[in-house]
């Protein structure tokens, strides 16, 4: 089983609304060139397929109208904690350590692949703030290569999933950046 994490410092806690939509609306997943559909907010028993533009970070090529993506697989949503929700959030996980954050200041979700996917496991994308009062994502992932060829080549596909989890960290702050909240953001 391949165990990875990869979190990120993005700035001060008040850019919290603003990572918590990004990870809670599938942005952070197109920020990295990941395409889910059907993109609807994250909730428990959604199911979506994920695609990869290969192209990334240039749009999609398209032909005859059709975004030209390479097929990743299906998952499912098996847990959300959104702590900013009107009725509280929920808190209680045995998918994401509450000890390590503000418990009143974090979003995001796991999800579990389905059959057909490259990877078989789940991932989480998690925004949080630190008990330091700094703005962080996280994404961890434990998993298996679930294709055949994949698992014949192991140790490149653990390295495809860092970069993927490089990219979602990145592609998150990048878009904090841009939004034009006056914050400071760590470079």
């Known amino acids: 089983m391949n165990q990875l994490?990869?979190?990120l410092d993005l700035g001060p806690a008040e850019l919290f609304p603003l990572a918590r939509e990004a990870i809670l609306t599938w942005r952070l997943q197109e920020s990295a060139g990941v395409i889910a559909r059907p993109m609807r907010r994250a909730h428990a028993g959604q199911i979506v397929d994920l695609r990869l533009n290969p192209v990334w970070p240039l749009p999609a090529v398209r032909l005859r109208g059709r975004a030209l993506t390479v097929p990743v697989g299906s998952c499912e949503i098996v847990d959300v904690i959104d702590t900013e929700?009107?009725?509280?959030?929920?808190?209680?996980?045995d998918?994401?350590?509450?000890?390590?954050?503000?418990?009143?200041?974090?979003?995001?979700?796991?999800?579990?692949?389905?059959?057909?996917?490259?990877?078989?496991?789940?991932?989480?994308?998690?925004?949080?703030?630190?008990?330091?009062?700094?703005?962080?994502?996280?994404?961890?992932s434990e998993s298996v290569p679930g294709h055949p060829l994949l698992r014949a080549?192991?140790?490149?596909?653990?390295?495809?999933q860092r970069m993927m989890a490089r990219?979602?960290?990145a592609g998150l702050k990048?878009?904090?950046q841009q939004s034009g909240v006056r914050a400071k953001i760590p470079r």
């Open 95 to 140: 998918r994401i350590d509450a000890e390590h954050f503000d418990a009143e200041r974090a979003a995001g979700f796991t999800y579990r692949t389905l059959l057909g996917h490259l990877e078989s496991g789940e991932q989480t994308f998690l925004a949080y703030v630190g008990t330091d009062g700094h703005l962080n994502v996280s994404i961890t």
């Open 85 to 93: 929700r009107i009725d509280g959030g929920r808190i209680a996980t």
């Open 174 to 176: 990048r878009m904090l």
């Open 153 to 160: 080549c192991a140790p490149l596909s653990v390295a495809a």
């Open 5 to 7: 994490g990869q979190t």
């Open 167 to 169: 990219r979602y960290a």
